[in-house]
């Protein structure tokens, strides 16, 4: 499976092996129409190779379009069918600096190749020689070569002895202008020196370039410089790219065309990232987060998603029949991408050999049989069960449903996640699922054909206050009380969530902060103090608002609500004497509202679970009061104030030995207030109330919030609220 594709083995009789390509759909998929473009591009360049001798390329056999009904009998589905090449790809990182130079010397063969196809792929404006006795002068029109785009190393099969067996993944192949498709390209560049900045040509440059000239391939030439692969590579996919690599990518390419001076970047507006584009016609603003309509199938911007506009009826407002039904087709699509074979294989291999038995979740949350309560909001989950009764569950990320969160976040979710039960794994004594394994949407090593992480199925029942007796409620809390004491013994220097270190799987260190619980920020942070940490919490969610793509609304009382918690809860918390350490963050359950506990029937805590989105946190945050202890009518109310539970649980701090932990715990609600924000689905009379208990809390009262409200818009000295306004004129008037 690659970033695209998922690949399925034909076996025939005699021996032969076909691979069923099948373009992969999820949510952040293309739409049919392109798919099938692109689909129909990859065919017709695989045609066209097999016109042309000594390059190795699949031979296609078939194909079918998404949306076909007509002439596609395989379903509703893009893919092809093509010959199977043997041989494995090739990985550059891993090859030795022979077997290395032996690949690049076959792949100036294959260059050699397009060098003699002028003929077939000239696209000339007047019918001239576009070769000059000067040089080359005029290459804009033409001719054009062949250019595989993805040409990183693993585009090509090699066997044992490093001989190149196939030229693959020829998605998005394009004809190119010479000095492009015989310039430097990905497969000899050093990644290191490209990422840094470093100016110049590699040595694997150097040598394929001496090869094509040896060859005399009249383009080698184009080796002399790497200004095209420079341009062409811009920022590369731009995913998990560091600050400091964009720095250093945007200098050397200045440079490479001659300009020194790097611009003073804090001069220019930085656009706001975007999860997706809205899908009316040719509106080109971003959707809002995490409200993209699965009955229409687009995403909606601020203003088209508003009721006059965009009339589908919310998940809220479907019957229960569609509803079912639309979730019955999510997990049947979600089943669907796992190779079960390769799942039950990777399970066994990491218990030894021992067999094991996928058992999917039976439907969703509520069914009554063993294998049901085993879908959440965010996962999907079902169960490993080994042949001597172990269990595992796998735990697998909902991405068939039509949304809009990206796929690298997701991938880091998992890997975050991963980490943070590896950590509590490494401190013991914390009652959390053992994880075994992760894999990535990502990751084309991974065969599973979706994102995973394999842990311990733990026995118990979600937890709900609501319906324990008192004596049960304070057994629990005692004992997650003595949990959050354990954890505030392991602090981190920095806000932060966990991910997997570069030694592997089983060691974890800082990273960016793993988005929110309502999913609707990316990856920020780290954070060296407090408040950097708030301020920029708040800050992120000022930028989406101004920019469509949060509160459509109410983006007036939203942007108002959270400067108010970025310019005065935000210094207040982090101003405030900790017990604790100073400068020390720790880990906080980010969506503890009680079912990520399990107990069993004497309410003994049998695990937490759920520990996606997990950080390291300030103190007030992680051990003030949290949704764990909440009156929920209260809080979504707008009454401020702490509630008898929260006072219960302080006292458990008390009663266990841990007084510090008492002291927060019994503190004022800011921080709670703080982290729950402005939740999903809040009505603007919601907004209103919430705005007026923050106010309570900071000791100032007011006769009429919506008044309050217009105050501090119009004194607000804030570019992003005339971004707000802009929009909300938008709003009214188209």
Request: proline residues 5%; glycine residues 8%; aromatic residues 10%.
């Amino acid at each position: 499976m690659g970033g695209m594709h998922i690949h399925r083995e034909i076996l025939f009789d005699d021996g032969s092996v076909w691979l069923a390509r099948i373009l992969r759909e999820n949510h952040t998929s293309f739409d049919d129409r392109l798919s099938n473009q692109i689909l129909l591009s990859e065919c017709a360049t695989l045609q066209w190779l097999q016109s042309v001798d000594g390059v190795p390329s699949p031979r296609v056999h078939g194909f079918g379009l998404r949306g076909d009904r007509q002439n596609n009998e395989v379903g509703d589905v893009a893919y092809m069918l093509i010959e199977k090449l043997p041989g494995r790809p090739f990985d550059t990182h891993i090859a030795t600096k022979g077997q290395r130079n032996k690949v690049l010397s076959q792949w100036s063969a294959v260059q050699r190749i397009w060098s003699f196809l002028a003929d077939k792929m000239t696209r000339t404006e007047d019918g001239s020689s576009w070769l000059s006795d000067r040089g080359y002068n005029g290459l804009h029109t033409g001719p054009f070569f062949l250019k595989h785009c993805d040409d990183k190393g693993d585009h090509l099969l090699v066997d044992d002895d490093y001989r190149i067996t196939g030229v693959i993944d020829w998605t998005f192949a394009r004809a190119v202008p010479a000095y492009e498709a015989f310039g430097p390209s990905l497969i000899s560049a050093d990644m290191d020196s490209l990422y840094s900045g470093r100016l110049g040509l590699s040595g694997a440059d150097r040598l394929l370039g001496k090869e094509m000239a040896n060859s005399n391939i009249k383009f080698s030439c184009f080796f002399k410089s790497d200004k095209m692969r420079r341009f062409i590579f811009g920022l590369g996919m731009g995913l998990g790219i560091s600050r400091e690599e964009v720095h250093n990518l945007a200098k050397c390419l200045l440079k490479t065309f001659g300009h020194d001076e790097m611009p003073d970047w804090s001069t220019l507006p930085a656009p706001t990232a975007r999860f997706a584009t809205c899908s009316v016609g040719d509106c080109n603003r971003p959707g809002v987060r995490g409200r993209s309509c699965p009955t229409c199938c687009q995403h909606l911007c601020a203003v088209h998603i508003l009721p006059l506009r965009h009339t589908c009826p919310s998940s809220r407002d479907m019957d229960d029949a569609t509803w079912e039904a639309n979730l019955q087709a999510e997990i049947d699509s979600l089943l669907a991408q796992v190779n079960v074979a390769a799942l039950e294989q990777r399970a066994s291999h990491l218990r030894g050999g021992m067999t094991c038995t996928f058992i999917p979740g039976s439907r969703h949350s509520g069914a009554g049989d063993e294998n049901a309560l085993l879908m959440g909001c965010a996962n999907y989950h079902a169960r490993l069960r080994f042949a001597d009764g172990v269990e595992w569950l796998a735990r697998i990320p909902r991405t068939t449903g039509f949304g809009d969160v990206p796929l690298p976040l997701v991938d880091y979710l998992i890997r975050s996640e991963f980490a943070t039960l590896h950590f509590l794994e490494t401190i013991g004594h914390v009652p959390a699922p053992r994880a075994y394994d992760y894999g990535l949407f990502g990751d084309p090593a991974n065969t599973i054909g979706v994102g995973y992480i394999l842990e311990d199925a733990i026995p118990g029942q979600p937890f709900y206050a609501s319906e324990a007796t008192a004596e049960q409620k304070a057994h629990v809390y005692a004992q997650y009380a003595e949990i959050l004491a354990l954890l505030s013994k392991h602090p981190q220097p920095q806000a932060c969530s966990l991910v997997p270190n570069d030694d592997g799987k089983r060691g974890v260190e800082c990273g960016p902060i793993a988005s929110d619980r309502f999913l609707t920020l990316g990856e920020y942070g780290p954070f060296d103090n407090s408040l950097a940490y708030f301020s920029s919490t708040a800050d992120l969610r000022l930028d989406l608002i101004a920019d469509g793509q949060l509160f459509p609304k109410y983006p007036k009382e939203a942007f108002v609500f959270y400067r108010l918690l970025r310019d005065r809860i935000g210094p207040v918390l982090a101003s405030e004497t900790s017990p604790l350490p100073l400068g020390s963050f720790f880990l906080k359950h980010v969506d503890d509202k009680g079912d990520h506990v399990l107990v069993d029937d004497n309410y003994n805590i049998t695990a937490v679970i759920d520990w996606q989105f997990a950080r390291f946190v300030p103190a007030c945050e992680a051990f003030g009061p949290s949704l764990f202890t909440a009156d929920l009518g209260c809080l979504y109310g707008g009454e401020a104030g702490l509630s008898a539970d929260d006072g219960l649980f302080a006292a458990s701090f008390a009663k266990a030995g841990h007084p510090k932990l008492a002291k927060i715990a019994g503190e004022n609600d800011l921080a709670r207030r703080f982290h729950l924000g402005l939740a999903s689905g809040m009505s603007r009379q919601d907004v209103l109330r919430l705005t007026e208990a923050v106010l309570s809390l900071l000791g100032e009262s007011v006769n009429d919030v919506e008044e309050w409200i217009e105050q501090e818009w119009h004194v607000l000295a804030d570019t992003r609220r005339d971004k707000a306004e802009a929009l909300t004129r938008d709003q009214n008037t188209e």
